[in-house]
């Protein structure tokens, strides 16, 4: 009986001494984890990093700071303040969480409580950039411009590589609010040497503009004066036979254009204002295809982080030709831009819009019941054109582009991939399909600027068209083809233009292209020139 006594108290030693051993090898494991998981986070490799941390587990203090820090690296601040909140309550020794709490909930909008945890983080972390960053930000937000601007340039004293160019330019606004004018212009000079080509570029050239000028509105416009020469102004197709008095279809043309806007709204995070575009031309012989064209526009900025930007525009617009109504447009575009610096930007958007036409097609007259027709030309008995023909309806255009800064080549490349889709109210013009285009700005010596722009698509319409597949050569009577209508289009131009001054340019430009349709109405190409002289009132400076 005392063997077995003894028998069970030494396997419940050896069993605890195990256990504890095995606590002590997992705490080890866990440490090494850790350790390796916050260098892929201080690497930006955030994904490796919190997988590591699901390993170790949501009680381990450590892994769960780690936690927080990604996810206001992955700007998810909601997310990251519970897990910071989690981590301080698991160990309240931990340093750094009230500076990453004071930024996550700035950014979430909790003015306040990013105070608030921004001065609970003194004592630790007032040798770090980032905590001067946010404490200038912060000033700012409070009106304390001089006070902001401090401590905005004491965040880039600290730690350039890690602030800039943001300190730069908020520190730009800070003393430009502060009414120290050279010091803010040298802010936002010093953000477009560190960052060129990039959206911090753009809004401190802005903002540097709008100092000079007194602070007032950003504003921008031009206008363009033209001679154009057109080989097909009335989109002659194959076979269409015209009318004496419109000739080949051939003239010239005065053209015009205006285009200006103006910035209504600057918030750190907000901007948004109105464009208006006038277009209107003048043919030599041809008059009856005069047109008149202006469009208004309005759009909304949201600066989701720090090259991150979503924009919201309207535009409405209306045509006259020959002086009637033509066309009525509304269109809406939501689009997001993100800025990759030297790796170009990149531009996603979904276009809608809503086309109204004027004008009425007409109902060709009906052949007879025995095949004939008593007019210059028939169509099939039964079938109502006008109806058919109603191009009135709803588009969608989602794209996708890229523009690529080639410096070597002093360049930029800009490709893209748009999926049109049209339902429109008569059958003749529902189509979807792919388009790809590609497009490059060069700049040349002596002030010269050279651009071209090339573009494919296939367009693929659900049903066959109420037009003849080709126009009947001796009977005035046709028949619809069997076969959806498709047209394959290619676009292509080239334009130079040469900087006289700061405000003047003239320039050329060549355009071609080519609508090869199933259905000869449809089915023509197109070419033309032009020379055009331009005023900039101001350069636009919107991305």
Excluded at 252 to 271: I, K, N, P
Excluded at 292 to 320: I, K, N, Q
Excluded at 359 to 384: I, K, M, Q, Y
Excluded at 504 to 520: A, P, Q
């Amino acid at each position: 009986m005392r063997r077995n006594v003894w028998g069970w108290v030494a396997t419940t030693l050896i069993g605890v001494v195990l256990a504890g051993g095995s606590a002590v090898l997992a705490s080890e494991v866990d440490d090494v984890r850790l350790v390796r998981a916050n260098a892929l986070a201080g690497a930006g490799r955030c994904a490796e990093a919190l997988e590591l941390a699901d390993e170790i587990g949501s009680g381990n203090a450590g892994a769960q700071h780690l936690r927080g820090r990604c996810h206001l690296q992955r700007a998810r601040y909601a997310e990251a303040i519970n897990a910071l909140e989690s981590a301080r309550g698991l160990d309240t020794s931990l340093t750094g969480i009230d500076l990453d709490l004071a930024m996550a909930r700035y950014h979430l909008g909790d003015l306040s409580g990013a105070r608030q945890a921004l001065d609970a983080a003194t004592a630790s972390s007032a040798d770090r950039a980032e905590y001067h960053l946010y404490n200038g930000l912060l000033l700012l937000q409070a009106t304390d411009s001089a006070g902001a601007a401090r401590s905005l340039d004491r965040a880039r004293q600290l730690s350039p590589e890690s602030v800039e160019p943001t300190a730069s330019y908020y520190a730009g606004l800070a003393w430009a609010g502060a009414d120290e004018a050279d010091k803010a212009a040298a802010a936002f000079r010093r953000v477009r040497e560190l960052a060129p080509g990039t959206v911090w570029a753009t809004e401190a050239e802005r903002a540097e503009k709008r100092l000079a000028g007194g602070g007032g509105p950003s504003s921008w416009g031009w206008a363009r004066l033209g001679v154009e020469w057109d080989d097909n102004v009335v989109l002659r197709g194959e076979g269409v036979r015209l009318p004496s008095e419109i000739g080949n279809g051939d003239d010239g043309r005065v053209v015009w254009v205006l285009h200006g806007g103006t910035e209504l709204l600057r918030t750190e995070d907000w901007s948004g204002g109105a464009t208006f575009t006038y277009y209107g031309s003048s043919h030599f012989q041809l008059d009856e295809f005069d047109e008149h064209y202006p469009v208004l526009g309005l759009w909304l900025d949201r600066r989701l982080g720090e090259s991150t930007t979503f924009r919201l525009r309207y535009d409405f617009g209306y045509a006259w030709i020959d002086n009637d109504p033509f066309l009525l447009s509304h269109e809406l575009t939501p689009a997001l831009f993100h800025d990759w610096g030297d790796a170009g930007r990149t531009k996603a958007y979904v276009s809608l819009y809503k086309y109204d036409y004027k004008f009425r097609p007409f109902d060709e007259f009906d052949a007879t019941s025995a095949g004939g027709c008593n007019f210059l030309s028939c169509g099939p008995r039964g079938v109502n054109e006008a109806t058919l023909r109603n191009r009135d309806g709803w588009g969608t255009v989602t794209g996708l582009e890229h523009l690529w800064r080639l410096g070597a080549l002093e360049s930029e490349l800009t490709t893209g991939v748009r999926w049109h889709d049209f339902e429109a109210r008569g059958t003749e013009y529902d189509y979807s399909g792919p388009e790809l285009w590609l497009a490059t700005e060069t700049q040349l010596p002596w002030d010269l600027e050279f651009r071209t722009v090339v573009s494919w698509s296939d367009l693929d319409y659900d049903n066959p068209s109420t037009y003849p597949v080709r126009l009947p050569l001796i009977s005035p009577v046709f028949a619809p083809g069997t076969s959806d209508k498709d047209e394959e289009r290619w676009r292509a131009a080239a334009e130079l233009e040469w900087f006289l001054a700061d405000r003047w340019s003239l320039m050329g430009r060549y355009t071609w292209s080519d609508n090869d349709s199933n259905v000869g109405v449809f089915d023509y190409s197109r070419w033309g020139f032009g020379m055009y002289v331009t005023y900039r009132f101001e350069r636009p400076l919107t991305p």
